[in-house]
């Protein structure tokens, strides 16, 4: 090999080798970067004097989470005390198609038979029933036929022979008052007597005639028709199973209108009759119903204190018997001074309420809130917050996913 080609060489590898080591540096110089910045992104998350989290976020950061804040307004507190309970159904509101009398349960001819949670409208034929007697029965009712058959026979001849009467006095009558007014009225009123009892063993005989013809496979099974539909909550008899007369076979009900039934806590007096209480269903606080007094509710002996029963419309709220509640009740006192969080402005998170309260232009404080009592525009509580305070009312879940975000980096 020549001088010359190894002077090339040489040169070849020193350039490779300066190459990697401006390489090398600049890898170092960039992992020595990354601690920097993770300091910088710890930085924006820090504590008060409380203990609380402290988001520090510039101008152009608030503008891209598009923050919107309200000031806090004072609020009254009316006197209440809390309460718990459940949601009971309304007996009025159900309604129980029982067996008219012993037969066998069998399908309608235009309809499947009901299943749970069906609505069923007024009126609606479910199914039918096919008659059936026993012996006796049918020995009972042979012989009721025969004494009807017997008294239409025996009326009917009763009829003929007043109203014979009747024509003779009321000719009598009209010939110089030979047959008095009176006895004209008497014998009118006879007329009329026996044409009713002639008619009452007429259906009579009839009506048993019918129940023979249907339990004989003569005029078919009778229908089984609901008076009042609703959801179907209850399926008791199956198609093709025997009932007995009055055994129930399905039960409807319409939840428009519930009872809440609530629990006093052990020691408090009942409020006076006809306070209106505040009926709140668990996890859906922005509902808040109104609650009539009905009366007491039976003692619960695992529950002390006092139950009450409240009539709540629940036409829209889609409330179902079971589901938990809290009430406020009114008591006697004075109302006390509070602030008013607004509802949009409440986020959740390990199963606690907080807000995010401005404390200055780029700093944000998450703030628990304790016993809060939710109204209709929100949430009152009573102290933790001043009227004027600024509250994020949009983009608070942005600036705790910030906070999480924050933490996990400063973890890492």
Known sequence: MSRVTQTVFGVLFAAAMVANVVWVLHVLHKDAEKPEEKHEAVKRLSQDEAGRSVLTLDKETQERAVLKTEELKEFSLPAEVAAYGRFVEDPSRSFTLRAPGP?????????AWPRLGETLADGTAVGRLQPRFMPLERVDLQSRLTTAQAEISASSAAL???????????????????????????ADAKVKAEAARQKAATETAAAIESSLGARAGVSGPMPLSIERGGE???????????????????RVARFDRLLARVALPAGETAPAEG?????????REGRVLKGERVGRASVDPQVPGDALLYAVDAADAGLRPGMALSAYLPVPGEEQKGTLLPRAAILRLEGERWVWIQTAENKFTRRGVEHARPVEAGWAV???????????????????????????????
């Open 232 to 250: 179907v909550v209850e399926v008791l008899v199956q198609p093709g199973e025997a009932v007995e007369s009055g055994q129930p076979i399905l």
């Open 275 to 283: 306070a209106v209480a505040r009926i709140l269903p668990l996890g």
């Open 103 to 111: 037969g066998i349960v069998r399908i309608a001819a235009d309809r």
């Open 160 to 186: 003929e022979a007043a109203r014979a009467s009747h024509a003779r006095l009321k000719s009598l009558n009209a010939e110089n008052k030979t047959a008095s007014d009176r006895a004209l009225q008497e």
């Open 382 to 412: 009573a102290e933790g917050f001043k009227p004027g305070e600024k509250v994020v009312v949009a983009g608070a879940q942005l600036l705790l996913s910030e906070e999480l975000k924050s933490r996990i980096q400063g973890e890492d």
